[in-house]
């Protein structure tokens, strides 16, 4: 193997109009994403890339020589996707930020993968056009990020995720040849879709380099909140269950808990009510009589089920700082302590049971739990906190951590609903999928990757080749 400062030499060569970073607080910087307990080592070097051609050039030098191949967006995934490993060279696509088209005749633009969400949006929306998927890094996280991780968000109980809104993507593969995978119209069924495939793959099938997405009209909405405070975490959950049972879908669905909201006001000083216990927050975005209709209907089922201080908001302003707790909630929670973020999703019905069982996995373990949701879909955030330089509570975390992604499983859950398998819910993937199907993602794997390049060990537990 190259010494390091031969392989940054090598790759200076290859990307000209880009940048080879391999000193030390570089190496370090780039070595790994947000999840605080996610193994990960030095890479070899970092490349900035700011082409699709650079890209290739570095995965093709990178599969010659037996190295691997971490491609990483903004950083912010919570699941060890974009940690280096051993023998790596880490590719950011933060530099390919240019939004190269947008068609509001045929509603879609094409990007690159570097573009933050927000910008994306921003820059949709001077169209009248609305790109809905907004995970809580929107601000931060890049489209090409979101489409590797298949990211969700706030309003994706109702307008769906990343996937829904892909119609295609410019992809490197793993022998450095790129592929154009997709379409620009409305349908299209020629071939495998491989463009779902890709998308929420962690990397390990093709770096994608370009995104072409589906967009929505703006107008036509009008944003209503509706916030209900609630006395456990029981009984919000069975708010929650009884939004689903009448049929409603709101544009959102949050779930907050004391921890949080605490956390939140501490830093950001938003006002927000003290001693409560749970805080239930939906949205319907329905104009007109219809809007105002499901919001008298979603304030009744709070007050039915224990909700109380119910209040509806229809002020921008006022709804967009409560949405703002909500989506600051895990930086906030950052400054308590070491973060262990975990991201089950359960069926709808079993939201209520997986919440007591998360407060009894907190009890057991002798660890503090914050409660954050995607309520509306079953995707829940429990958040465990670790005092820094605690070693004892990290062995409880952890032993909490596993127990909650158990009790996901036995409730017809998965382990993962938007931040990926990573390398965190590599046993919990495992046990979920079995091992036949582990064994049909490692023929895809090893099909389109054949010498393991792309992002090893991520996404699914991989098996040894004979």
């Not at 080592?41 to 191949?69: D, F, M, N, S």
Request: hydrophobic share 40%; aromatic share 4%; net charge negative.
């Amino acid at each position: 193997m190259e010494p390091e400062n031969g392989v940054a030499a090598e790759l200076s060569h290859l990307v000209p109009n880009g940048t080879v970073l391999n000193d030390g607080p570089s190496l370090e910087k780039y070595s790994h994403d947000e999840a605080q307990w996610a193994p990960f080592a030095a890479p070899l070097a970092v490349v900035l890339a700011r082409t699709t051609q650079e890209v290739a050039a570095v995965v093709r030098y990178a599969g010659e020589r037996g190295i691997h191949v971490v491609p990483r967006g903004a950083g912010t995934g919570l699941s060890g996707g974009a940690n280096s490993m051993e023998n790596s060279i880490v590719i950011s696509l933060e530099l390919m930020t240019a939004i190269r088209e947008i068609n509001s005749a045929d509603g879609f633009a094409v990007a690159e993968a570097g573009v933050i969400n927000d910008s994306l949006r921003q820059t949709v929306a001077a169209q009248g056009l609305w790109y809905p998927p907004d995970p809580a890094s929107y601000k931060t996280s890049t489209i090409g990020g979101n489409a590797a991780t298949n990211a969700g968000g706030i309003c994706c109980v109702k307008y769906g995720v990343t996937r829904d809104y892909v119609l295609g993507l410019t992809v490197v593969l793993a022998d450095g040849e790129i592929a154009h995978l997709g379409r620009r119209t409305a349908k299209g069924v020629t071939g495998y879709d491989l463009t779902s495939l890709m998308i929420g793959s962690e990397g390990t099938l093709g770096i994608i380099t370009e995104v072409t997405v589906k967009l929505l009209p703006l107008s036509g909405r009008e944003d209503r909140a509706i916030i209900g405070y609630f006395p456990s975490l029981r009984a919000a959950g069975h708010a929650i269950a009884a939004v689903k049972a009448a049929g409603i879908v709101p544009s959102a669905l949050e779930l907050i808990d004391s921890t949080c909201l605490r956390a939140v006001d501490n830093w950001l000083h938003l006002g927000l009510p003290e001693n409560v216990n749970v805080m239930l927050l939906a949205s319907v975005d329905e104009p007109g009589s219809t809007g105002e209709l499901l919001a008298n209907r979603l304030a009744s089922i709070f007050l039915t089920h224990g909700g109380s201080h119910i209040e509806q908001a229809t002020d921008p302003k006022k709804t967009e700082k409560l949405f703002l707790a909500r989506r600051m909630a895990y930086p906030a929670l950052e400054r308590l302590g070491q973060i262990l973020t975990e991201d089950i999703c359960v069926p709808r019905s079993a939201v209520p049971d997986m919440l007591s069982r998360i407060e009894a996995s907190a009890a057991k373990y002798d660890v503090v739990i914050a409660n954050i949701a995607h309520a509306g879909d079953g995707n829940l955030h429990p958040q465990i906190i670790v005092p820094h330089g605690d070693v004892a509570s990290k062995a409880r975390a952890k032993l909490a951590f596993d127990e909650i992604v158990t009790d996901c499983r036995l409730l017809g859950g998965t382990v993962t609903g938007e931040h990926g398998v990573g390398l965190l819910k590599l046993s919990g993937a495992a046990a979920e999928l079995g091992q036949r199907v582990i064994d049909m993602h490692q023929s895809v794997k090893n099909a389109l990757d054949p010498n393991g390049t792309l992002n090893p060990g991520k996404a699914f537990p991989h098996t040894h080749r004979n």
